[in-house]
């Protein structure tokens, strides 16, 4: 046997360093242990190439982006000389000139890259005057605030949207001075396509794009006397909360993190874990019925708001295929408004539940007006990982030093099964774990299923349960769901459940959690998950007996009446983009009959231009111009029944054009007196 | 008062619509030519349009919206009936373009960022180098090029428009 060449070797600062498969010299340089520094560079986006940070100089080549060149034997590479220093510091100063320098009062200030590339780089005077006007800020989302005076245009959210999510929610616009990153039209955030996952604003090395705050909101309730203010934590937090105050990523905070809560004045501190012990019960269930009957399968999962709003928007068809469970976040909610009221005497108005999220969709989960009863929400507020972790230190707590206190009884117990919710693959272990005790009436003894577990975006996976084997698709990432929502719609998916989470990792790569360039920090915190499992006494949800008793008590029997109305909810089809319609006769067209063609993307596919271009014929040929107007509409909400043509306000579903010929000559008919 | 647009002539504008998109398979990479022929149809790009366009293509709104807004040449705005542009590229800046462009504004009563008249009759807009440098400073009117410009001419220019839609 030979021995294994040595890998080929280039030089960089004088070292010779073997080449090994790395994409780029900017990977390479980085594994020298030498930290270029970088704005647009991000290993799961593509290469942009734009801040040109990452330059070095490479000896018969000149000065050279690391980002974008290729390693190649031999090569010559210095990163620092006298002119890529100088270069680096005009290209920060010119970012500075521009950038809305309001530091002490950035969300991201702790955090920020451009911060900290200017301190590192030695920046101390901006040579370049300012050429931009003041743009003001927008907060039209719950989730993400979009400050447009500190984007240094690096694209990194861009790239995150459409590469990662799929979405393309926000786009380079606009050219030379003007351009800026915005949503389509330069309309708010909250007004499109953009399913408040937050990514973008976890990439952003800026304060540009930031998780929204609720953190006043929060305080006000915490000191108003009449006011009862209840937490719960979700899984994810706990193994993320402590990066902030020094401990290891994936590292448990265990009771500090209570304690702290405690003493910011929270009355009751309960568990999400313990909700999604419930919804494992639920959802198994729904699950097996669904099976067993020949249901709607795949079953897609329903925890993470992301990906329900992005089912809504692009997959209206696939509706019935999502799970009709709440997320834990709104059970624990619902649970916590319909039982402590009477428990503690308080009156519902005055009861204030906060959630602790690794989340930013969460913030407009809990928004949603279906989760709101008789103007009382079932979640109030919701709080980042970061958010908490602020409010702590704005109190002056010491963390590390905080006594540990347990989560509040009944609903702060859970089992492991619950904690794994956090991170991708967790909750479709959870439901084996359920499930395959129910359909074998055999203990499973081993409770741990390597087969759902992993880091890849989509997996496709098999595990026996009994006689049967399940077919399970688990995915992060949006354009990964799209992936599998596309076969399913298409009738060739042969899935029995789906797991969606939109962020990487799953919930313990939310975008509400710190802020973290470790490249390890996915794996290290799903460990950390993992671990708390291995750690619990109990596994299974159905082991949970506060949960058994919380049936037995109030919910009666699972997927009954009572718990459909506290646990289950659901979808409503949604359209992309809000816009009013084309207007295709002329202007004023009060008095005649109204014809509207739902022009969105489900009726799109469905044939709806063959319509409108037949209608339109129509009125030309019958010459209707006086009597009927046609319009082209945005997506009237109604996809599953489409192609959806409205007649005078009346919808005709499932239309062809000889449907809406014949509705309009009846209307027309009818308005004759 | 004239009307707005002809009865029929939105719906036959949007009928153009998807002729334009099969001419081009309805594919994505052919999104420039799409949008130049939209333009020709309705002289910008409408917003519902682009919505369209964006369904028809399977992009995101948000990526079309950048496309349109990147070529000058494209307008996302209504434009009025007759277009006037101004050369302000350096030779026809330094030969004195921008008092040019301050009478025409003021005579159609155009102030701070608009470049429309109310009644949509004229769009007064500045460009970068229309590489005529030779004639500076150049005035385009319509599709019309007039050279070695002076305010008092290009006044007449607008003036003459005027009396002609007045007839
Ligand atoms: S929050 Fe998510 S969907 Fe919205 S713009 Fe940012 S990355 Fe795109
Ligand atoms: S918003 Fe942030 S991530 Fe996006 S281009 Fe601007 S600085 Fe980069
Ligand atoms: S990281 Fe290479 S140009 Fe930005």
Redesign the pocket.
């Known amino acids: 046997m030979s021995a294994i060449a040595a890998p080929p070797t280039l030089s960089i600062d004088g070292i010779a360093v073997p080449i090994n498969g790395e994409r780029n010299l900017l990977e390479l340089i980085r594994k020298t242990d030498i930290d270029l520094p970088t704005?647009?560079y991000h290993s799961d986006l593509s290469v942009y190439g734009a801040c040109r940070l990452c330059i070095v100089d490479i000896a018969g080549r000149g000065i050279q982006g690391a980002c974008s060149t290729a390693p190649e034997p031999g090569l010559v590479v210095r990163t620092q000389t006298e002119e890529i220093r100088e270069i680096r510091k005009i290209s920060v100063e010119l970012l500075l000139a521009n950038h809305e320098r309001e530091c002490t009062t950035c969300s991201k200030s702790a955090s920020c890259q451009l911060q900290d590339v200017a301190r590192r780089l030695g920046i101390n005077k901006v040579r370049f005057k300012a050429v931009h006007e003041p743009a003001e800020v927008d907060r039209s989302s719950p989730s993400v605030t979009?400050d447009?005076n500190?984007?240094?245009?690096?694209?990194?959210?861009?790239r995150f949207c459409s590469e990662i999510q799929g979405i393309g929610a926000?786009d380079f616009a606009h050219r030379g001075h003007d351009v800026a990153?915005l949503p389509a039209f330069g309309n708010g955030l909250g007004e499109g396509e953009c399913i408040n996952c937050g990514q973008?604003a976890a990439?952003?090395?800026?304060g540009?794009?930031t998780p929204r705050q609720e953190i006043d909101e929060v305080w006000k309730a915490l000191v108003d006397p009449t006011k009862t203010v209840v937490a719960q934590i979700a899984p994810a937090v706990r193994i993320a909360l402590g990066e902030l105050f020094g401990m290891q990523p994936g590292e448990s905070t265990r009771g500090q993190m209570v304690a702290a809560l405690k003493r910011l004045g929270f009355k009751y501190v309960y568990d999400t874990a313990f909700a999604a012990d419930l919804t494992v019960i639920e959802e198994s269930n729904e699950f097996l019925a669904r099976k067993s009957k020949a249901g709607k399968l795949p079953l897609f999962t329903s925890c993470c708001p992301a990906w329900v709003k992005f089912a809504e928007q692009y997959f209206p068809e696939l509706l019935p295929n999502l799970s009709t469970c709440k997320s834990p976040q709104q059970m624990l909610g619902a649970l916590v408004k319909e039982l402590l009221p009477q428990e503690l005497g308080v009156a519902k108005k005055n009861l204030v539940m906060v959630s602790i999220m690794p989340c930013t969709a969460k913030k407009f989960e809990a928004k949603r007006p279906e989760f709101a009863h008789e103007g009382v929400a079932e979640v109030d507020h919701v709080l980042t990982t970061q958010e908490l972790a602020r409010m702590i230190e704005e109190a002056g707590l010491r963390f590390m030093k905080l006594q540990p206190e347990s989560f509040d009884m009944p609903m702060g117990f859970k089992t492991g099964a619950g904690v794994i919710f956090g991170n991708s693959g967790g909750v479709s272990e959870a439901v084996l774990r359920y499930a395959s005790e129910k359909v074998t009436g055999r203990k499973l003894t081993n409770p741990d299923i390597h087969a759902v577990r992993g880091e890849d975006g989509l997996r496709i996976v098999e595990v026996p349960v009994g006689d049967i084997t399940l077919k399970l698709g688990i995915v992060h990432g949006l354009k990964n769901a799209r992936t599998l929502a596309e076969k399913a719609r298409h009738g060739n998916c042969d899935l029995d459940i789906i797991e969606v989470m939109a962020c990487p990792g799953g919930c313990i790569g939310g975008a509400g959690q710190p802020v973290s360039r470790n490249p390890d920090i996915r794996k290290l915190r799903t460990r950390g998950l993992y671990d708390v499992d291995k750690n619990m006494e109990l596994h299974k949800s159905q082991e949970n007996h506060f949960v058994t008793e919380c049936y037995q008590r109030h919910l009666g029997e699972i997927g009954g009446r009572n718990a459909h109305r506290l646990l289950h909810t659901h979808y409503q089809n949604r359209r992309r983009i809000a816009g009013e319609s084309i207007e295709l006769g002329d202007g004023d067209s009060a008095e005649k009959l109204c014809v509207n063609v739902c022009t969105g993307t489900t009726c799109f596919l469905k044939g709806s231009q063959h319509i409108l271009h037949e209608l339109l014929d129509q009125v030309e040929q019958e010459q209707l111009h006086e009597k009927v107007s046609i319009h082209a509409s945005f997506c009237f909400e109604q996809c599953s029944h489409g192609p959806t043509v409205s007649v005078d306000g009346k919808n005709v579903p499932s239309c062809t054009p000889e449907a809406a010929k014949n509705a309009i000559l009846q209307a027309i008919s009818e308005k004759v007196p | 008062m004239r009307s707005k647009s002809d009865p029929e002539c939105n719906g036959r504008k949007f009928v153009k619509i998807f002729t334009i998109l099969e001419k081009y398979e309805r594919n994505p990479s052919r999104l420039v030519p799409i949008l130049q022929a939209v333009q020709e149809e309705y002289r910008y790009l409408p917003r519902e349009v682009l919505t369209y366009v964006a369904t028809a293509l399977n992009i995101s709104p948000a990526r079309v919206f950048g496309v349109a807004t990147f070529y000058s040449h494209f307008a996302t705005e209504p434009r009025g009936k007759h277009v006037i542009r101004l050369c302000n590229g350096t030779a026809c800046h330094v030969k004195d373009s921008i008092p040019i462009l301050e009478v025409i504004r003021k005579r159609l009563k155009l102030e701070g960022k608009k470049i429309t008249t109310d009644d949509m009759m004229f769009t007064v807009e500045t460009v970068a180098c229309l590489g005529a440098c030779g004639l500076a400073p150049v005035v385009v009117v319509n599709e019309d090029v007039h050279g070695e410009m002076t305010p008092a001419n290009g006044l007449e220019l607008v003036e003459a428009i005027i009396a002609q839609e007045l007839s």
């Open positions: 704005f647009c979009r447009p500190k984007c240094v245009l690096c694209g990194d959210c861009v926000i990153v973008c990439v952003c090395p800026t540009a794009l």
